[in-house]
């Protein structure tokens, strides 16, 4: 057997026909929602339009101008393949520089949490563990607030997050642990331990100075793509291309684990040490959501979960559903949030929140046990 | 109960029997169990025989199941030793155990979505690297081990439609997946109807004769143990009260003073097996 072909089967499941629907109408959506959202807005353009800014020669034929909008005048610099955009037509200008970076972005936020999320709900063998819920958000968002009233440099960002995160998740567990834990304990301990990171970024939004850096702050805590361009994209693609494969690598113990903790050491598997590892992995997935688009909720207990019902507790399965689904619901908010009011921009969180919260709800109404997967 | 040559256990490093027991698969030594500070068994000796099945009996809260649970490294011992294949048991990586001593439980929790082939082939966990793909072996072991199991007819249908019976049949063929020369079952039969209690005993029978494979199981019932078990070892207060031979082992006495029961133990020429008639509680 060729390394190759390991590799591909030990990361591809079984494409099928409710799987494949999934992956097809996800990718339907998210295109459908990337052409409304660069249409529309303050620069309206017909669709014409948008489609000879998408496919305009000027980016594609020039290798370095392409170089230069992905990787920002700086590292194009630094690398001697900058070029001038000015020569750029208006329309290609906008869409190259404001609105497709935005979807992009949206794209791998969404993929991020949802991956995230499953991954915590193998962990904690909880249908109900989310990033958010289980306080992981709430300290990455403290960290990143924190660096952002410091003003340190955006690169930090990232690194923060996954610090914040990485103490939060340690402090839920530490609440939650009393010879081992259960679904229900790590839940309410993720809220309380939520509560206080959020309290604590309330409070240091009183050390803001400049009303600009107090808007940014607070449209960041409600979880918001406004304004994000090829920065945040390089930003969240460095921890997104580790945590992707090597979440699709993990999910054949991400399954082991769910045969709970006595069987998954009876087969082998070194379940603290794993359990560490894999954390470590949806912390990171996680952190690099929340340094480019804040605190957006309920994206990471949603996706799972729905993906879940479709296709059944297979993780690799699941993984590659959330990494379709879960793109398509943030980029789709994402458009709601933007375009949905008309004039005024909400935070893409409010929506994804809006949407998220009565289908956690209808799932509390629904489950009777915690962990039943 | 003869008495086993005793070992030297003072150095923890370097661990050299002085006359190793050949044929035993399993060897427990002054071993001491402990949750907390709460020591539940303390055992001088106790051997599982190679290629043999052993019950391990006693009333509840005899340490049956801790036994158990020393025996697999699930629970580090206070003190003494646990000598697997006359290796101790710690000395193993989790993965070098699992492919040596395969472990079922009574309680069956799994995602109901997985299918009976999805549980089965996780039974091929240690086998496996971290990349690999199933190899011809692991399909063998997993087509071996759900016919040994008899639920071929099941292969495709998801464990949230299996009766509790089913479940485990499910699980059992799991844990034969795994292919490991010693098998431990703890209380495998608890929660079934009397169909199934017989064909987990049944499969477990057939792989022990087939296979050869060595078998220690936990059981409450005292007749289905002396049925299905070369060697009984009945446990008392968490120590050894008696070892051997069902024939040996089950007698008024030993159901008098461990089980509290007033039994009438009969053996007839022809049966294989003691037969216990119970007759009343014992203060």
């Known amino acids: 057997m060729s390394r190759q072909y390991r590799v591909r089967d030990a990361l591809l499941p079984d494409l099928d026909a409710t799987l494949t629907s999934i992956v097809a109408t996800s990718t339907a959506v998210v295109l459908l929602a990337a052409l409304v959202q660069i249409r529309y807005g303050a620069y309206q353009m017909p669709f014409e339009t948008v489609w000879r800014a998408l496919f305009d020669r000027a980016v594609w034929t020039n290798p370095e101008i392409l170089a230069t909008i992905v990787l920002g005048d700086g590292l194009a610099g630094r690398l001697g393949v900058a070029a001038d955009l000015s020569a750029l037509s208006d329309a290609t200008a906008v869409v190259w520089t404001m609105r497709l970076p935005r979807v992009a972005v949206g794209v791998f936020v969404g993929a991020n949490l949802a991956v995230a999320g499953a991954v915590f709900q193998a962990i904690t063998r909880n249908e109900l563990a989310s990033p958010y819920i289980l306080g992981v958000s709430s300290g990455a968002g403290f960290a990143v607030v924190l660096v952002i009233v410091s003003s340190l440099g955006t690169y930090f960002l990232p690194l923060a997050a996954a610090v914040g995160g990485t103490a939060a998740f340690l402090l839920v567990y530490a609440v939650a642990w009393r010879g081992g834990t ?7 301990a993720g809220v309380v331990v939520g509560t206080i990171f959020n309290s604590l970024q309330t409070g240091v939004f009183y050390f803001i100075d400049s009303n600009g850096a107090m808007r940014t702050a607070v449209s960041w805590l409600a979880g918001s793509l406004t304004g994000v361009g090829w920065g945040e994209f390089r930003l969240v693609t460095v921890p997104t291309l580790l945590v992707v494969p090597a979440a699709l690598v993990a999910a054949r113990q991400l399954d082991v684990l769910l045969l709970g903790e006595r069987r998954a050491s009876a087969l082998g598997m070194r379940v603290e040490t794993m359990r560490f590892a894999l954390s470590a992995l949806a912390i990171l997935a996680t952190a690099a959501a929340v340094a480019v688009a804040g605190l957006v909720g309920f994206v990471g207990l949603v996706v799972p979960h729905a993906v879940r019902t479709m296709v059944g507790s297979d993780y690799r399965r699941l993984l590659v559903g959330c990494l379709f689904v879960g793109p398509a619901l943030v980029v789709v908010a994402d458009v709601v949030a933007r375009l949905g009011l008309g004039g005024a921009q909400i935070p893409v969180g409010v929506v994804t929140g809006l949407v998220g919260g009565p289908y956690f709800l209808l799932l509390l109404r629904r489950t009777e046990s915690f962990n039943e997967f | 109960m003869s008495r086993l040559p005793l070992l030297d256990t003072d150095d923890d ?56 649970k020393g025996l697999s490294a699930e629970l580090a011992p206070e003190a003494g030793t646990v000598l697997l294949h006359g290796r101790r048991v710690q000395e193993r990586s989790a993965k070098e155990l699992a492919l040596e001593l395969g472990l079922l439980d009574q309680e069956n929790d799994a995602p109901g979505g997985l299918t009976v082939e999805d549980l089965v082939t996780h039974g091929r966990y240690p086998h496996r690297g971290f990349l690999d793909a199933l190899n011809a072996d692991d399909h063998a072991a997993i087509d071996r081990a759900i016919d040994l199991a008899g639920v071929e007819a099941l292969r495709d249908t998801p464990l949230s439609e299996l009766s509790g019976g089913q479940k485990q049949l499910a699980f059992v063929a799991m844990t034969l997946a795994q292919d490991t020369d010693v098998l431990l079952l703890d209380e495998p039969t608890t929660y079934l109807d009397l169909h199934h209690q017989l064909r987990v005993m049944e499969v477990v029978r057939t792989l022990n004769e087939e296979r050869g494979v060595t078998v220690c199981v936990v059981l409450h019932d005292l007749q289905q143990a002396a049925r299905f078990a070369d060697y009984l070892v009945a446990l008392d207060d968490g120590g050894v009260y008696d070892w051997g031979p069902p024939e ?11 089980f509290d029961v007033d039994a009438a133990v009969s053996f007839d020429p022809g049966d294989d097996e003691p037969r216990i008639v119970p007759r009343r509680a014992l203060e």
Do not use: I, M
């Open chain 1, 182 to 188: 259960t679904p229900v304990r790590l839940v309410l």
């Open chain 2, 13 to 68: 490093t370097e661990f050299v029997p002085e006359d190793p027991v050949h044929d035993a698969a399993l060897f427990a030594t002054d071993l001491e169990l402990a949750y907390g500070d709460d020591v539940v068994v303390d055992c001088e000796d106790l051997v599982v025989p190679d290629g043999e099945v052993t019950a391990l009996v006693g009333p509840n809260g005899s340490g049956k199941s801790t036994v158990l």
């Open chain 2, 248 to 258: 040996d082992v089950v007698t008024e006495e030993l159901l008098a003073d461990v």
